[in-house]
């Protein structure tokens, strides 16, 4: 106890020293706080747009094009945990024509139950019902593209070169660019009607709870369809060239900001080590009267540990009113101009709010071994010859 309030006593005696040293601490947490919040938020709306109309494991038959056989699959796969929905659908390349525009887009063929239950489609305009055969959703990027509202009716050129009046029942918007600008949705059964095969797929997508843990709902589908008829693959095996670049992205951003906090720890060394230079004669008469080496040790631990802790508890503060302030002049300037996004996105875990401020804690704590092992070390003869 006497220790710690000695250890009070000389941090508030230098004060311009001790504030800056916290500041510094705050400020390199706030900065990691802050910059992997927006990080992971961004992160976590690029997948959440991905996925919107990307299935998290895909089931393609590797015999032929089109496999009748589909209703069995989704049979055998609806069973297995975690999974929340199976699409089947029918992919093609098409062209879209509307008073004299014409551009190529994917056509999509989902069942309208899929399409208002299990796709979470965020309508903009218009509904997400289908279930009239000649029913269409474009994507907003399409419809300012191509001029195109809610009611207007176009032509759809098949691959099989076969046209098809339908009328757009809603405008969506994922947030990923390239689906909004290039991707149409219309019932199943027209695209199977147009393709003359009957009642076949070209694909089943399957939707999950925990698209980020597919590894095990992936090996179950594989012992569900044991044969070398379907080629089974994850949104991660999909996608592993754009994850890879995103966490290698999140590494560097980490390092960068571990060395910042290690700067800023590195400050609160120099200032006890100032502290130790200008209390020699202290640490000779504590030492004089009986204080042990520990003794010194921790009184000069405890300082750097004071200054950490408030520096980690200002962090706690300006962290929140920062990433406020950032949201707000987002939303005011930037939002839905340059970054095709209404709101900055933000999230942090638990989990990883901790590991920072357990690490803030433990490099703060490892700035303090030199300087108090330093007091710890001087004679008491010596230290009362200082000055």
């Known amino acids: ?28 947490v706030t900065v990691f706080v802050v910059s992997l919040t927006v990080s992971n938020g961004l992160e976590k709306n690029m997948i959440t747009s991905l996925l919107t109309l990307s299935p998290h494991i895909q089931i393609k ?3 032929e094009n089109f496999f009748e056989n589909y209703k069995d699959v989704i049979e055998k796969t609806k069973g297995i945990k975690d999974v929340k929905a199976v699409i089947p659908q029918i992919n093609s390349q098409s062209i879209i024509k509307f008073d004299n525009f014409a551009k190529g887009v994917l056509a999509k063929g989902i069942d309208a139950e899929n399409v208002k239950n299990d ?14 055969l000649n029913s269409i959703l474009i994507g907003e990027g399409l419809s300012k593209e191509m001029k195109l509202k809610v009611g207007d009716e176009l032509s759809l050129v098949s691959a099989e070169n076969k046209e098809l009046k339908l009328i757009v029942r809603g ?16 019932p199943l059964k027209t695209m199977q009607i147009l393709g003359e095969q009957g ?8 939707k999950t709870g925990n698209p980020q843990k597919i590894e095990e709902v992936e090996a179950e589908v594989h012992g569900k369809l044991q044969n070398d008829n379907f080629s089974i693959v994850s949104w991660k095996t999909i996608n592993q060239n754009l994850l890879s670049a995103v966490h290698f992205e999140k590494f560097v951003l980490i390092a960068i900001l571990s060395l910042l906090l290690m700067v800023a720890c590195f400050a ?3 200032i006890l080590n100032m502290i130790v230079r200008e209390k020699i004669k ?14 010194i040790r921790n009184i000069f631990t405890i300082e750097g540990l004071i200054i950490g802790v408030s520096g980690m508890i200002l962090a706690s503060i300006f962290s929140p009113v920062i990433l406020l302030v950032l949201k707000q002049l987002f939303k005011m300037y930037l939002g839905n101009s340059y970054y095709y996004l209404e709101e900055l996105p933000l999230y942090i875990s638990v989990k990883e709010l901790l590991i920072i401020y357990i690490v803030a804690f433990a490099v703060v704590f490892i700035s303090t071994i030199y300087p108090a092992a330093r007091a710890a070390k001087m004679k008491p003869v010596e230290a009362l010859k200082y000055e």
Do not use: C, P, W
């Not at 006497?2 to 510094?24: D, N, T, Y």
């Not at 796709?119 to 009239?132: A, F, H, M, T």
């Not at 202290?282 to 003794?295: A, C, E, M, P, R």
């Open 119 to 132: 796709l979470n489609l965020r309508i903009v305009k218009g509904n997400s019902n289908i279930s009239e």
């Open 199 to 206: 009642e076949v797929a070209t694909e089943i997508g399957i």
């Open 171 to 186: 405008i969506f918007k994922t947030g990923f660019l390239d689906y909004d600008a290039n991707l149409i949705i219309i």
């Open 61 to 63: 038959s590797t015999k």
């Open 268 to 270: 609160v060394s120099v």
């Open 1 to 28: 106890m006497v220790e710690f309030f000695i250890a009070i006593r000389h941090v508030l005696e230098r004060k311009f020293q001790s504030i800056f040293s916290i500041l510094g601490v705050a400020i390199a």
């Open 282 to 295: 202290d640490i000779g008469i504590l030492k004089s009267i009986g204080y042990t080496n520990s003794h």
